[in-house]
């Protein structure tokens, strides 16, 4: 019997350079992919300072979860990957203002390098209505 698996790609973020969709809905969760700091149209925002490269990627990641009929307050789990560590109080603060009250479960780990040279990428879980 095949589970009941939903997967999507979202319109305004880039499509999948890669084998795997931008989110993926099952057993009342939806699971998101790992966003980085990536225009619309494709274009990385890696050259962007920290804060613009922060604000894409939740940029990104709302929009995934609006595609599947959620808000970030259903937000149950967030992974954060850093490349200076030094840079975590800064995004802290941007990541709350952009949360609000909502405090899902997060971790956050220092990576030496990710995808086009972004300084972060997030991925998360959020509960499905």
């Not at 203002?97 to 997030?122: C, N, T």
Request: aromatic share 8%; hydrophobic share 45%.
């Amino acid at each position: 019997m095949v589970p009941d698996i939903k997967l999507r790609n979202i319109e305004h973020v880039p499509a999948p350079v890669g084998h795997y969709s931008h989110t993926t809905t099952a057993g009342g969760f939806v699971f998101i992919s790992g966003q980085l700091p990536v225009a619309a149209d494709g274009s990385p925002l890696c050259d962007a300072p920290f804060e613009e490269q922060a604000q894409r990627v939740l940029q990104n990641l709302e929009s995934c979860l609006a595609c599947t009929g959620v808000t970030k307050q259903h937000l149950v789990s967030v992974r954060v990957y850093i490349t200076d560590i030094n840079l975590w109080p800064l995004f802290n603060t941007i990541y709350a203002r952009w949360i609000g009250d909502h405090r899902p479960s997060r971790a956050v780990a220092g990576v030496a390098q990710l995808h086009y040279g972004a300084a972060l990428e997030i991925e998360a879980v959020a509960l499905s209505e």
